[in-house]
């Protein structure tokens, strides 16, 4: 049962265009949700994260944009670059639960030249 | 600083065959993790320590086993491989929910190969 869904599974986006990769939710008890980026050979480190009494955060060209009431969360990159390859997680935390995460299942994105 | 490091950073073995990954931190995190990473299906937690000594089962803890004997290190062994355990492993720390919203740290994992 996969608590935190991801879509698409991977995204091919031109230099210069817009990224934009979803996730959706069932269960109100989160509290935080962190979006991740892996390079190929290495783990995952935080990108950008957000807490649901906040509609939209951004820093750069990444915004995260939240809608509560459908349980919904996307990662937007601007002017999309080809350094900006990677596989991306979404990920969520229920309150009180010691910083534990609950991975989306990951999109891989290509931005080409 | 040198972040978490993860050994050995590749393996392979055969079923039925028994190892032990090895996590250590320098930034003094209350709190380490072990992931597996599979294609499609993002990170699933194995175990996780809230400190030292205390070790709790995450996702998908069978077939495996944590001892933190020290706040600084972690270990994740499994005693007879399986073939299903093939997997990407990661180690992460972070510090205490007490600190407010934090970030996980991952290191750089270790790739296992069981036959």
């Known amino acids: 049962q996969q608590q935190v869904k991801q879509s698409p599974q991977s995204l091919i986006v031109q230099k210069g265009g817009i990224s934009i990769i979803n996730c959706a939710y069932e269960?109100?008890?989160?509290?935080?949700f962190p979006w991740y980026q892996q390079f190929p050979g290495k783990g995952p480190a935080l990108l950008i994260a957000?807490?649901?009494?906040?509609s939209e955060k951004k820093e750069g060209r990444f915004t995260i944009s939240f809608n509560k009431s459908a349980k919904q969360f996307s990662l937007h990159i601007m002017d999309s670059q080809p350094g900006d390859s990677a596989t991306y997680f979404c990920?969520?935390?229920?309150?009180?639960?010691?910083?534990?995460?609950?991975f989306g299942t990951g999109t891989r994105l290509l931005v080409s030249p | 600083n040198a972040g978490v490091t993860q050994t050995p950073k590749f393996r392979v073995l055969k079923t039925g065959q028994s190892m032990t990954l090895l996590c250590a931190q320098d930034?003094?995190?209350?709190?380490m993790y072990w992931y597996r990473q599979d294609p499609g299906m993002g990170l699933r937690l194995i175990h996780y320590?809230?400190?030292?000594?205390?070790?709790a089962k995450g996702e998908v803890p069978d077939g495996y086993n944590v001892s933190r004997l020290k706040k600084q290190n972690f270990l994740l062994g499994l005693e007879s491989a399986a073939p299903s355990q093939t997997s990407v492993y990661f180690c992460?720390?972070?510090?205490?929910?007490?600190?407010?919203?934090?970030?996980?740290?991952f290191g750089d994992g270790t790739r296992l190969s069981i036959l």
């Open positions: 992460a720390s972070s510090y205490s929910i007490k600190v407010g919203d934090q970030p996980q740290h």
């Open positions: 269960n109100t008890a989160f509290d935080y």
């Open positions: 957000i807490r649901p009494d906040v």
């Open positions: 990920a969520a935390r229920k309150a009180g639960g010691f910083q534990k995460l609950v």
């Open positions: 930034m003094n995190h209350e709190y």
């Open positions: 320590s809230v400190g030292e000594g205390t070790t």
